[in-house]
C-alpha cells in the first residue's frame, strides 16, 4: 500500500467514519488509510526480513510507477461503494513491472485481491458505502511510505480482519529543483 503522512490520514479517515455503513462495510474499514497497489501472496515462512530488504531495494522503480503528487479531487460511487479517486492514471505495466521484481526479490507471488475486496479498489481510497462523500478541498500528497501488510483475513463472518506491516520504505522525496544554483556571495 501507499500510506500517506499522518496528516493525510487522518483526513481520509474521517472521510471514511463519514461514508460507513456499519453493516456493510467491515472489510474496507480494516484497511489502513492508503491505496493498494497489489495483494500478494506468502508461504507460511515468510521472511520479514527478506520482504524489508526487497522493499528497501525497490522503493524507487515502485515509486516512479506512481503519480508525483498524489492528487485527489473528489469521491465517486465505484459499485456500490464511495471512493477517493486519482486525478491521474498509473501506468499500470510499469507499476506491474516493478511490484513483480520486487515480489520475486521477497519470495512473494502476485495474486488477485481476496473476495471481500474489490478489484476496483486497486486505483483508489476506498471509504464506505452508506452515506454520500464530498471533498472540502482536494486531498493531496507526496510524502508517503509504501508499507506491506500481512493481512489476516476472516474465515468465517464476525471474526475479524487484521492487517500488522511487516515491512515499510519511506518515499525519497527529492528537495530543491533541478535549475537552483548556490550564489556564492
Not at 126 to 150: D, M, Q
Amino acid at each position: 500500500m501507499v500510506v500517506p503522512h499522518v496528516n493525510v490520514r487522518a483526513s481520509i479517515r474521517a472521510l471514511k467514519q463519514a461514508a460507513r455503513d456499519f453493516d456493510a462495510d467491515d472489510a474496507m474499514m480494516a484497511l489502513p488509510e492508503g491505496i493498494i497497489l497489489h495483494w500478494f501472496d506468502a508461504s507460511e515462512n515468510v521472511s520479514p526480513e527478506r520482504v524489508q530488504l526487497a522493499l528497501a531495494e525497490r522503493e524507487s522503480d515502485i515509486s516512479g510507477a506512481l503519480p508525483d503528487p498524489f492528487r485527489f479531487l473528489s469521491a465517486e460511487r465505484v459499485s456500490h461503494r464511495w471512493c477517493l479517486r486519482l486525478n491521474r492514471v498509473i501506468d499500470s505495466d510499469v507499476l506491474l513491472n516493478s511490484l513483480r521484481a520486487f515480489a520475486s526479490s521477497a519470495k512473494l507471488e502476485l495474486c488477485d485481491a481476496p473476495p471481500l475486496y474489490s478489484a476496483e479498489a486497486l486505483d483508489c481510497i476506498a471509504l464506505g458505502s452508506a452515506s454520500e462523500v464530498s471533498l472540502s478541498t482536494p486531498i493531496s500528497f507526496k510524502k508517503y511510505e509504501l508499507v506491506i501488510y500481512l493481512a489476516e483475513l476472516p474465515e468465517t463472518p464476525l471474526s475479524g480482519f487484521h492487517f500488522s506491516a511487516i515491512a515499510r520504505a519511506h518515499h525519497k522525496t527529492r528537495r530543491g529543483s533541478a535549475g537552483r544554483t548556490l550564489r556564492s556571495d
